[in-house]
């Protein structure tokens, strides 16, 4: 059965030039009428495709090609063999997180994360958070820059780079990683099951305002913010063989 793709391109350049090199090569399909998306740009823009697939009522397989910078998320861009790419490539299933954050004002806002949830200081003066797990408050107070959890698939973004641990795919774990603590200094986070509340409550919330980002949607002056991992919605992502996430992941542990 020949698969019906559409496409999807990043507004950048080097993302369309490639576009114009693909689409005479092949049939392209409405995103309705298609089996699999084929998306053109970085990690970034791949994060938006997904988001909007939240909203589709059938979201479709995405296989990405890298016209980005890192391109984490991504398959390396080749004009030959597409069908044949998409008909060997391995399927992993996304789960993404879900927020709720109400602010200082009162008013409540969910969003999705598919690579995490950060909460970070809007001023110079430090957060100061209370964390709590399962109903349980594990933490009365870290000061700090912020602090985020991380899915997976987001652990060798922002989680990478504040010093969290890398998760492997099949690992059903959370990574709660703080971001510059200042008190307790030595505390690195914790891994968490993918079946935990996360709860965080700001204090001192006048003097200390803190931000809640889920993936590119930011909240602003949050009160409490809670976070949990939405198994009942998965999103697909295509890989080459051999470049598959659980690849890269172990790529990233053992690279200089």
């Known amino acids: 059965m020949t698969l019906k793709m559409a496409l999807l391109v990043s507004p950048t350049a080097q993302a369309q030039a490639a576009a114009e090199l693909l689409r005479p090569c092949y049939d392209w399909v409405a995103i309705r009428d298609a089996d ?15 988001h909007a697939a939240l909203h589709a009522r059938q979201p479709r397989p995405v296989f990405g090609m890298n016209l980005g910078s890192v ?24 789960h993404p997180l879900s927020m709720t954050a109400r602010s200082v004002a009162g008013a409540v806002t969910a969003s999705p994360a598919i ?18 797990v399962d109903g349980r408050v594990r933490m009365a ?17 922002y989680n990478l ?12 774990l ?30 001192e919330t006048a003097k200390r305002p803190v931000s809640a980002v889920a ?13 949990v991992s939405d198994k009942s919605v998965s999103l697909d992502l295509l890989f080459d063989p051999g470049h598959t996430l659980d690849d890269r992941i172990f ?3 053992f690279e200089n």
């Open 174 to 203: 959370l990574a709660l990683t703080p971001i510059s603590p200042f008190r307790p200094r030595r505390w690195r986070g914790a891994l968490l099951p993918q079946t935990s509340i996360i709860e965080f409550r700001i204090l």
């Open 115 to 132: 690579n995490e949830v950060s909460l970070l200081r809007e001023t110079r003066q430090a957060a100061k958070i209370e964390i709590s």
């Open 161 to 172: 780079s504040a010093n969290g641990p890398i998760l492997p795919l099949q690992a059903d």
């Open 71 to 94: 391109g984490f998320l991504m398959n390396d861009f080749h004009v030959e063999e597409l069908p044949q790419r998409l008909a060997a490539a391995r399927s992993y299933a996304l």
């Open 251 to 253: 790529t990233e542990q």
């Open 141 to 157: 107070e870290i000061a700090c820059d912020g602090i985020l959890v991380a899915t997976p698939a987001g652990s060798t973004a």
């Open 36 to 50: 699999i998306v084929v998306a053109l740009g970085g990690d970034g823009y791949l994060l938006q495709v997904l």
């Open 215 to 227: 993936d590119q949607l930011e909240v602003r002056d949050v009160a409490h913010v809670r976070i």
